[in-house]
């Protein structure tokens, strides 16, 4: 047979293997959207790295936003459980959160902070426990010392790899930050966002940082250093880290809403 022949069968035999995983990855959007959904350029990435090398952990897409006590027990982070890897740091025995001590005002106004935050990618914010066990849950109220941490000018912790960590328990304390709206939603995106691998930011307006006074912040499209007091390379070794786009590449962007059908 000859080399040309062989090349040819040799492309018609990627070209069917690329039809079977595009046709694989309609269905499982099918399964997951309930609809029928275009394949976006976020999943042709996740394909690739499927084919290409180990796959990475889905994030959870679902941000819990707990305002009630809740008890923690240490170990591997699993938000349905109560399970948290932060208290088997911390504590390395069971504790108790106890919860939001604001107005419910408050809390409203919080809940809505935080879906503005994330308004721009491809997850839910919650304050109703979700009825599935993939989310990550915010455990807001309280005190560092409530988890163990010893450090009482902390306002938040979260489990950090420099990668996704699915079904993650993060804590806010909203009693430390004087249940004020506004630091209490913004420790919230930090606290999730390192869950989702994110690092911190050196820049005033960025919802990663550390740095004050900077008024109000969010997840911005640049490329910046990382660092806490003074800049560093961040997690990984890269020189920049930009948290809108490094969110928008781990969740994809919000879904477009359906208009609504004609009345009846």
Known sequence: ?????????????????????LVGL????RIESGQWQMISSADLVEVKARLTGPVPPRPSRVIYLAREPLTFTPGE???????????????????????WKGTAKGWGQVVTCVEKLFAPFDVVVTDQRPA????VLVAVGGRPGDVGETNKRVGGLAPFSGGVIPRAVVFVFSTQLGNQV?????????????AYGLDHGYLCKDVMTYLKPCGAKSFVDQDVPCGETKKRPCMGGAPTQNSYRRLLEILGPARPVPAAGPAR
Not at 1 to 21: C, D, E, K, Q
């Open 26 to 29: 309609l269905v499982v959007k």
């Open 182 to 194: 506004t630091p209490v939603c913004e420790t919230i995106g930090m606290e999730v966002a390192h």
């Open 1 to 21: 047979m000859s080399r040309t022949r062989w090349w040819l069968i040799g492309v018609i035999a990627l070209a069917t293997v690329a039809s079977g995983v």
């Open 132 to 135: 599935g066990d993939d989310f």
């Open 77 to 99: 982070d699993d938000a349905a459980r109560g399970q948290s890897s932060v208290v088997a740091a911390k504590a390395g025995k069971p504790v108790k959160v106890p919860g």
